[in-house]
């Protein structure tokens, strides 16, 4: 049975904003999340997924309140993600109202963290979002794909390739695969990046990073995504939901549209 892409507005959280900005910096304001997740829902949205990107102690509290509301008024899966450290910060996430929670740095840091997650909610909770950039700077993996750190800033010697099979070993349910040189520049997906990883695991796969036409998430889907995720080109108006649905049906792809 074939199931259909998932078409994902990504909202970027800060301080109880959605902002966006190109390869994480000269962040904009692009609105109030519970409004945009309504719209998103009510246009066709297949999930939503909220990114804190302060995640700081400080905007904890924000963010769970921005997830309860929007739980309230939205009828999509809702994953969360950004500064999620423990199982107990899965705990308090999905209490808030999310289905999903996305991990990052801590399970770098850590990654029995997944196994932990995995075991006491679920592989379906958990969405290992992975910031992966081509090799520079003198780094060098066997893929030439390095996992990467604090919004792309800073590189981590790791391979991608070796990294997403650790975590689907361990248990993480879809990797969220985030090309940092992509990220904001509405120049299209990393192409070789998706199909890289699509040949090294089962899991589902969701492409993130350079959306700027309804063409790329054909080419996304194409290269071996399950889900294709976006923000600029749906909070800026440049594409509407049903518009990149409507492109993806006609190139054959299965949509629900």
Request: hydrophobic share 40%; aromatic share 4%; charged share 25%.
């Amino acid at each position: 049975m074939s199931v259909a892409l998932r078409v994902i507005p990504c909202l970027d959280v800060d301080a109880g904003r959605v902002v966006k900005g190109v390869n994480f910096e000269n962040l904009r304001d692009a609105g109030n999340p519970v409004e945009l997740s309504r719209a998103y829902g009510a246009g066709g949205a297949d999930e939503l997924t909220f990114l804190d990107v302060t995640a700081s102690s400080g905007s904890r509290e924000t963010t769970y309140d921005v997830v309860r509301r929007t739980a309230e008024q939205v009828f999509v899966p809702l994953t969360v993600g950004g500064g999620v450290r423990s199982p107990e910060d899965v705990d308090r996430l999905l209490r808030a109202g999310a289905d999903k929670v996305g991990v990052n740095t801590a399970a770098i840091a850590r990654p029995e963290l997944i196994r932990e997650i995995s075991q006491r909610f679920g592989n379906q909770v958990l969405v290992l979002s992975a910031d992966a950039r081509r090799c520079r700077d003198g780094a060098s993996t066997a893929s030439g794909f390095e996992v990467t750190t604090h919004g792309g800033r800073q590189g981590t010697g790791m391979d991608l390739l070796e990294w997403v099979e650790t975590v689907e070993r361990l248990g993480a349910g879809e990797i969220l695969l985030n090309s940092m040189d992509a990220d904001g520049t509405n120049d299209g997906f990393d192409l070789e990046m998706i199909g890289a990883v699509r040949e090294r695991v089962s899991i589902p796969l969701i492409a993130s990073g350079g959306a700027g036409t309804a063409e790329h998430f054909v080419e996304a889907a194409h290269a071996g995504a399950d889900a294709v995720l976006a923000a600029s080109v749906f909070h800026f108006g440049t594409l509407t939901i049903a518009q990149v649905k409507e492109h993806l049906s006609a190139a054959g792809i299965e949509v629900r549209l």
